[in-house]
């Protein structure tokens, strides 16, 4: 299906980026990113809930993909064991003076 193929592409994107960190070659590429959209990359193909602010961050797509892909397949993998209930919630933190501030975490029911 696609999104196999898509996670498949992803995961081959993430074993790279993994290795060249692992030989200190990795180069961070900061790039605008929407989260919402890059959340719904994130969960295509899994049965998962999202809430996710409507923010677009300056970030490593690669890097970024890496750390949210491996908390997910977590939380399925430690999860309850027939049916997991992933819920994947980013919102932006509280605090008059954060510009850019993240609050991330996957939760697992």
Same mark, same amino acid.
């Given at each position: 299906?696609? *999104? *196999?193929? @898509?996670? +498949?592409?992803?995961?081959?994107?993430? @074993? !790279? *980026?993994?290795?060249? /960190?692992? %030989?200190?070659?990795?180069?961070? #590429?900061? !790039?605008? /990113?929407?989260? !919402? %959209?890059?959340?719904?990359?994130?969960?295509? +193909?899994?049965?998962?809930?999202?809430? #996710?602010? &409507?923010? #677009?961050?300056?970030? &490593? %797509?690669? /890097?970024?993909?890496?750390?949210?892909?491996? *908390?997910?397949?977590?939380?399925?993998?430690?999860?309850?064991?027939? =049916?997991? =209930? #992933?819920?994947?919630?980013?919102? =932006?933190?509280? +605090?008059?003076?954060?510009? &850019?501030?993240?609050?991330? +975490?996957?939760?697992? @029911?």
């Amino acid at each position: 299906s696609f *999104a *196999a193929l @898509r996670r +498949g592409m992803r995961s081959c994107r993430h @074993r !790279q *980026a993994h290795l060249q /960190l692992a %030989a200190q070659r990795y180069t961070p #590429v900061l !790039q605008p /990113l929407q989260l !919402q %959209a890059f959340s719904n990359d994130l969960a295509i +193909g899994r049965k998962m809930t999202l809430r #996710v602010a &409507d923010l #677009v961050v300056r970030i &490593d %797509a690669t /890097l970024c993909g890496l750390i949210m892909d491996n *908390a997910i397949s977590n939380a399925f993998k430690h999860g309850h064991p027939r =049916e997991p =209930e #992933v819920l994947f919630t980013i919102s =932006e933190a509280g +605090g008059s003076d954060s510009t &850019d501030s993240l609050s991330s +975490g996957d939760h697992v @029911r």
